[in-house]
């Protein structure tokens, strides 16, 4: 089944932890991408990811950081977690020619920084 | 200025009746395309239909239609005979550009509609 699966799916950490969200997905999809979700706001675009070691700023990367060494793989990395990371982030990927149901997400990973 | 507006924070709906949210975007490119997803409380994200801006006809998925009106750069969802599953929350978003190169991929998603279901 083609799919992006994100773990954790829960999450409650401590102000400085590091933590990885790990996505990957079976596709071959070239482009993958970070997005977090709070209320009243949508999504947003953390990071994304062109192709392997490829990888760009989206609109809300500050305290994020991201790795691409495989194709399959886009992991969120928090150095140093705080509470307004606090969030719903997901992880999606497309081929680089898109449209339509070209974007797969995962299930989401609920976070909860302390 | 915002990309994707979805002025309806909330909406109530009759069960087996006809619902639209509505959307409006913003964007100077000439191909982009719009997506409707649902969200339900369990919380993925469900891909609903998609319009793309060089399409004609409006989209249709069963159910759903997507109302397009390009000059008005409007991007409604309806949601036909409404049903108690459709409760969720309900996001509009834009692709800009064909898809081809940097951040084209990108998804720019409004604030969501949030669509109860009553009986």
């Known amino acids: 089944e083609a799919q992006v699966t994100q773990n954790p799916r829960y999450l409650i950490t401590v102000t400085g932890k590091k933590l990885t969200v790990t996505c990957s997905q079976n596709?071959?999809?070239?482009?993958m991408s970070w997005y977090r979700q709070d209320p009243g706001l949508g999504l947003r675009q953390i990071y994304y990811?062109?192709?392997?070691?490829?990888?760009d700023k989206g609109d809300v990367p500050e305290g994020y950081k991201v790795s691409r060494k495989e194709k399959r793989n886009f992991p969120l990395i928090l150095e140093s977690p705080s509470p307004n990371q606090t969030s719903l982030y997901f992880c999606?990927?497309?081929?680089?020619?898109?449209?339509?149901?070209?974007?797969?997400f995962g299930s989401g990973t609920r976070l909860t920084v302390v | 200025a915002q990309k994707i507006t979805q002025t309806q924070p909330g909406m109530f709906v009759q069960e087996k009746e006809a619902v639209t949210l509505d959307c409006t975007y913003d964007?100077?490119?000439?191909?982009?395309?719009l997506f409707w997803y649902k969200q339900p409380s369990s919380g993925e994200m469900i891909f609903l239909i998609y319009?793309?801006?060089?399409?004609?006809q409006n989209a249709t998925e069963g159910r759903y239609s997507l109302n397009f009106q390009k000059a008005r750069k409007s991007a409604n969802l309806v949601i036909s005979a409404s049903q108690l599953g459709d409760s969720a929350m309900y996001f509009c978003?834009?692709?800009?550009?064909?898809?081809?190169?940097?951040?084209?991929?990108?998804?720019?998603f409004g604030t969501g509609t949030q669509l109860k279901v009553e009986l």
């Open positions: 999606a990927s497309s081929p680089t020619l898109t449209g339509g149901n070209g974007y797969t």
């Open positions: 978003a834009m692709r800009e550009g064909p898809g081809l190169t940097g951040g084209g991929n990108k998804l720019t």
């Open positions: 964007t100077s490119d000439q191909s982009y395309g």
């Open positions: 596709m071959n999809h070239e482009y």
């Open positions: 319009q793309g801006s060089y399409d004609e």
């Open positions: 990811s062109m192709n392997v070691e490829v990888t």
